[in-house]
């Protein structure tokens, strides 16, 4: 109960309107990047087809492009300040433009906390975070008409229960753990374990490392090449940036960069591999084999390949995959 709460914690507090905005800017940059370049892609030509296909990739980008600027033209409703506040005395929600509401924990059965572990690129869509409080008697509803709006039937609940959605964000996940462990430890369900993981593991600064210095033995060349256009410098550039902001997130522990990268990179890394071991096979079998003097070549042409594939393998450890769910619940 909330009265076993060590007296010297003071409140905990999640800015939910900072995890939610979060989610929307990475949505609204992906969206908007890509609109961004397929729009230009039609106006320019640069696709592959007749008028058709310039229509319909204008359209799409345009379309594209609208969702990655939609959030700033509603900055008041999408950035406005959401707060859950947990103390020794119960939880509110601290929403001054919205529906604030305070609820004391005697007034409470149990409380849970529904999430599961954070989007790391698979097949499924993430599950949705949400906090759910079920009343201690019939009388919480008549106290609390400012809470009507989150109320929902749930079964072995006959005064049912109130529901705190917070989409995606599942930042807030590792501040409300230890707000309702800490203040309400005999309400407190929840089916999840969230358990703070120390540090930056060395795989990950050592993958980022490796997919870096592979990205950047690719485009320096090209960059560097006297006859390089403008047109292919402005394209390095802009794929650089990309792959920079998606190695930045993995740095800092994104679930939906990291796991992505331990599936896709080992694949990449063994078809380069690969696909050098057979070039060379094929230049042997077709009577021109390589000058021994260059077999350093093909040693160097092969690092990139081993280099992927070995930071995919990195990321895939269990140490990673721990340390990144823990990042992605706001630990």
């Not at 060590?6 to 992906?30: L, S």
């Not at 005697?106 to 949400?130: F, K, N, Y």
């Not at 650089?240 to 331990?262: D, F, H, K, N, Y």
Request: charged content about 15%; glycine content about 12%; aromatic content about 8%.
């Amino acid at each position: 109960m909330a009265e076993n709460a060590p007296a010297a914690r003071g409140p905990v507090t999640v800015d939910v309107a900072d995890a939610q905005a979060r989610q929307m800017i990475v949505g609204m940059a992906v969206a908007g990047a890509f609109g961004v370049v397929a729009v230009a892609a039609a106006i320019t030509g640069d696709v592959v087809g007749g008028t058709g296909v310039r229509v319909a990739a204008f359209l799409i980008g345009l379309v594209f492009t609208l969702i990655g600027v939609l959030p700033l033209l509603m900055w008041r409703v999408a950035f406005r300040r959401r707060r859950l506040v947990l103390d020794a005395g119960g939880i509110r929600w601290d929403d001054p433009d919205g529906s604030p509401w305070s609820v004391r924990w005697p007034e409470l059965s149990r409380v849970e906390l529904a999430a599961r572990e954070p989007d790391t690129g698979g097949p499924r869509m993430s599950a949705a975070v949400h906090l759910l409080l079920y009343p201690a008697g019939p009388e919480f509803r008549d106290a609390h008409p400012e809470m009507r709006h989150l109320a929902v039937a749930r079964a072995g609940a006959p005064d049912g229960a109130y529901l705190l959605p917070f989409g995606h964000a599942h930042r807030v996940v590792g501040p409300i753990d230890d707000g309702l462990t800490a203040f309400a430890p005999g309400l407190y369900r929840t089916p999840g374990t969230w358990v703070p993981v120390p540090g930056r593991p060395r795989a990950v600064v050592a993958s980022v490392a490796l997919l870096g210095a592979c990205w950047l033995a690719a485009v320096v060349p090209a960059v560097l090449n006297a006859g390089a256009s403008g047109k292919t410098v402005a394209t390095v550039a802009f794929w650089t940036a990309a792959v920079a902001l998606w190695l930045a997130r993995i740095w800092l522990g994104g679930p939906l960069a990291t796991g992505q990268m331990a599936r896709f990179a080992p694949t990449l890394g063994a078809v380069l591999f690969l696909g050098i071991l057979l070039i060379a096979a094929a230049g042997y079998s077709g009577g021109h084999p390589p000058d021994p003097s260059e077999d350093w070549v093909l040693l160097l042409l092969l690092l990139p390949g081993a280099a992927v594939f070995t930071a995919g393998r990195l990321l895939a450890r269990d140490d990673v995959r721990a340390w990144s769910r823990a990042r992605g619940q706001g630990r």
